[in-house]
Structures are given as structure tokens and as C-alpha cells.
């Protein structure tokens, strides 16, 4: 949830785009020129990295299909190799097979066993696809990449590129809950974002907070799945799959915050973190002091937070 009180000198944007809402406050006084600026980014990133568009980079890639990769498609792709590569697997784009036979992509979820899992993990791992030149190469053509869980962030990255080579001071900018921000809001005050409390039925953002972190010239992501469940026989399936068992994540991490320079890495790794588990997080957070981290847990059913030192100055309990 962003929080600013509107001046006349900053303008507000909304649209759609990956399949979810956009907002965006600036300082720019020329906003024709910066609303299609953004616009083109924005269809420059669909035409890339977007699953659901059949005719963009990654979906001709999936369709093995003969495509020469972009520079958008080329900067995500080796950023998520590096991301997978430090988390141990916890992160990993190629894991979308798992993602639809759970249920959670684009198919409805099969009848799974530990064999089928086992088979559907021979194609999962970023050493079953990599890069050559321009081109993407596979060790097997059943190898599909999916880049939701860091494609919102990469957006926010690039529009905010974009704001900046235009000589944009001030902005906040939100695309499906992801965040980035600089400079000041119309008041001379840090942007406010709020941090949703991770519980079952909270589905509309700002509604029931957790806390509120002010922040500028720094990015945010948040992960959860709170939002994103379902339950069969009695059981709650998550929709944060762990690429290395193939099994949707058990444990009592319900949310993970990341404030990171990038947008892109903060979406990254928020991910990780709730595939990890609250334990392994706080471990790798100890080692990676460059990245900040917000985690909410359940503790005997009651919500705790773990936070590290650079986030704690910026939050403010609700």
C-alpha cells in the first residue's frame, strides 16, 4: 500500500499489467511524455517475460521455438541463475513444471505421486538451461521457465530506470505489491508502505496492516501464502513450491519482506526466504547484510516478527 498525500506538483498513474494493478507517484512535470514512456517499458517487459502472452520471448522458449532473446529477457535470466545459485536451489525460474502439476500454473492439479514428482524434477535446475549468445539452450526440450516470482520486480526496476533518464527526483513505484522508491513524497516526508499482516482471508491490500516501513532510494518485495492456497481433505496445499523436494512448502513462515537495492533481487529472494523456512532465512540473512528482511511467523498461533537491524529503524508498528 503506498501512502502519500497528493500535491499538485506529483502525479499519480494506475494501470494493469503482468496480470495485476500498477501505481505510480511522480514528480515529472511533463506526464503525457512519462505515462507512455511507461507504457512502452511496460509492453517491452510483457513482450519478454510474460507467460501469458503467447507470442512473447519466454513463451516461445517454452514452446522451443527459435527466438533471439532480448536485453530485458537477458538481465532476469542470469540474475536468476545467480539468485538460484546462492539460495541453493530455493529460487529457481525453471521450476514451473512443479508449479502446474501442483495446481498453482496453468493447468488444474494432476493425481501426484512421489514417482511423478521424481520425474518431473529431472527438468528442473538452472544447469538444464543456459545461454548462448542470444539464444537460449536446453538439455531437454521438456525444460520451461516460468518468471513470475521476479518478473513484478524487474518491472519496477526498469520503469524506474526509466523515470530516472528522464530526471524524475521523486517517485514510488508499485507494481503488484513490489515497490521501489526515491526521493521524497509531496509532503518533504519518506514513502510510506505498508506491510500486510499474512493472515487467511486478508485478500485486500492496505485493509490489515502489520506494520508501516518508510523508505527511500530502496526497494521492497513481499511473499507470502496467505493469498494463495487451497485445501484438499483436509490438508492446506501452499503455492510456494520447494524446487529441490518438488513438494509445496510446511513451515511457519506465513510472509517474508526483503529490502534490497534492486526491486528485482528483493522479489528474488523474498521468494527464497518462504522457501526456505524462517530458520534458514535469519541464517542466510546473517551472512548477506546487504539485504534487509521482514519475516513474520506463527508462533503456537500466535504472529511473531524476526527483523533485521537495517529494517528495524524504518518500522513502525501498527
Known amino acids: 500500500m503506498i501512502g502519500c498525500t497528493k500535491n499538485i506538483s506529483y502525479t499519480t498513474i494506475d494501470g494493469l499489467t503482468m496480470g495485476t494493478t500498477y501505481h505510480i507517484i511522480h514528480d515529472h512535470a511533463d506526464t503525457e ?27 516461445k522458449i517454452n514452446n522451443n521455438e527459435e527466438v533471439i532473446v532480448d ?7 542470469q540474475r536468476s541463475r545467480e539468485i538460484s545459485l546462492i539460495t541453493n536451489g530455493a529460487f529457481d525460474i ?19 505421486t512421489e514417482e511423478k514428482i521424481d520425474s518431473l524434477k529431472q527438468f528442473i535446475g538452472m544447469g538444464n538451461i543456459w ?51 526515491k526521493g521524497k513524497n509531496s509532503r518533504g516526508a519518506l514513502w510510506s508502505v505498508g506491510i500486510d499482516k499474512p493472515i487467511d482471508g486478508n485478500m485486500i491490500a492496505g485493509e490489515n496492516m502489520q ?8 526497494s521492497l518485495a513481499t511473499s507470502g501464502n496467505y493469498r494463495r492456497y487451497y485445501e484438499e481433505e483436509g490438508k492446506k496445499y501452499a503455492h510456494t513450491i520447494n524446487p529441490v523436494s518438488g513438494y509445496p512448502v ?6 517474508a519482506t526483503v529490502l534490497a537495492s534492486d526491486c528485482m533481487s528483493a522479489d528474488a529472494f523474498a521468494t527464497a526466504f518462504m522457501v526456505m523456512g524462517l530458520e534458514k532465512s535469519k541464517e542466510f540473512l546473517a551472512i548477506h547484510s546487504d539485504l534487509g528482511a521482514l519475516l513474520i511467523y506463527d508462533n503456537n498461533g ?12 524504518l518500522l513502525h508498528e501498527k
Open 94 to 112: 525453471s521450476a514451473s513444471p512443479l508449479f502446474n502439476a501442483w495446481g498453482f500454473g496453468f493447468k488444474n492439479k494432476e493425481s501426484l
Open 33 to 59: 511524455t512519462i505515462k507512455t514512456g511507461i507504457d512502452t517499458v511496460l509492453a517491452h517487459i510483457d513482450n519478454s517475460l510474460s507467460v501469458y502472452n503467447p507470442s512473447s520471448i519466454i513463451s
Open 211 to 218: 506494520a508501516i516501513i518508510r523508505l527511500s532510494d530502496k
Open 250 to 255: 510446511s513451515h511457519n513462515l506465513l510472509s
Open 302 to 313: 500466535q504472529l511473531a516478527t524476526f527483523a533485521t537491524d537495517n529494517i528495524k529503524k
Open 131 to 181: 545461454l548462448e549468445g542470444n539464444q537460449i539452450v536446453k538439455s531437454d526440450s521438456r525444460v520451461t521457465i516460468n518468471a513470475n516470482a521476479v518478473a513484478k520486480g524487474f518491472g519496477v526496476d526498469a520503469v524506474a530506470r526509466f523515470l530516472e533518464h528522464s530526471g524524475v527526483e521523486n517517485y514510488i513505484i508499485e507494481i503488484g505489491g513490489e515497490i521501489r522508491c
Open 71 to 77: 536485453s530485458f529477457f537477458i538481465e532476469v535470466f
